[in-house]
């Protein structure tokens, strides 16, 4: 009984030490983005929903652990966005397109379980699909960002982690582009909290 105690500590001792980053490992796996947000107008008692977002991105990620507080990666997949503005001049616009993230970590507290902060530039290019009352159109868009973000992780097994990023602070610069060359640019600066910012994702190791 005290051996097999004994051989049970040992395996579970072991665990904990595999189960870490590493120098020289090689990660790969994924985040998923869902988002939903609405918003309503009250007026009088009568409520109605002014805009409603729907956001899904899925992001393949691989990267390579420098040293066990450092890693280097990227992510490459798909984005779309899809906005509903019943009274609005769009009564749908939809945005779909390509996302290119090279990013960099610094684990500030690793182990099993543990924090990181991560760095990132975003390349986005892609489409948008305008339904108005009158007409049906298309524009292009390029988006780039940079930022960091707050992520944490927790291995299950030597191999697979789970992890998660939430919050963005950066500058995003978005231009998009209409059929007859015109464009319109937007920037932004600041701090994002919502769902939009909320990562879940799977990593394996080896």
């Known amino acids: 009984m005290k051996r097999l105690l004994l051989l049970t500590v040992l395996a579970l001792t072991g665990l904990s030490l595999m189960a870490q980053p590493t120098a020289g490992k090689v990660f790969v796996g994924g985040n998923l983005v869902f988002a939903k947000s609405t918003d309503k ?30 890693a280097i990666g990227a992510q490459l997949g798909l984005s779309t966005n899809v906005m509903k503005a019943p009274d609005g001049y769009a009564t749908k616009k939809t945005y779909t397109g390509i996302v290119f993230k090279p990013f960099a970590r610094y684990y500030l507290i690793s182990g099993t379980g543990g924090l990181f902060a991560e760095g990132y530039v975003g390349l ?19 988006l780039f960002e940079t930022g960091v973000a707050a992520g944490a992780y927790y291995y299950i097994s030597p191999k697979l982690a789970l992890e998660c990023k939430v919050g963005r602070l950066g500058y995003s610069s978005e231009t998009e582009t209409d059929a007859d060359g015109d464009k319109e640019i937007s920037n932004e600066f600041g701090l994002k909290l919502d769902l939009s910012s909320l990562y879940f994702g799977l990593t394996f190791n080896f």
């Open 41 to 70: 107008e009250k007026i009088d008692n009568t409520t109605s929903v002014t805009q409603e977002i729907t956001q899904v991105q899925i992001l393949p990620m691989a990267g390579y652990f420098i040293s066990d507080k450092f």
């Open 124 to 142: 986005e290019n892609g489409n948008n699909k305008y339904v108005t009352e009158l007409d049906d159109f298309k524009t292009k868009y390029n």
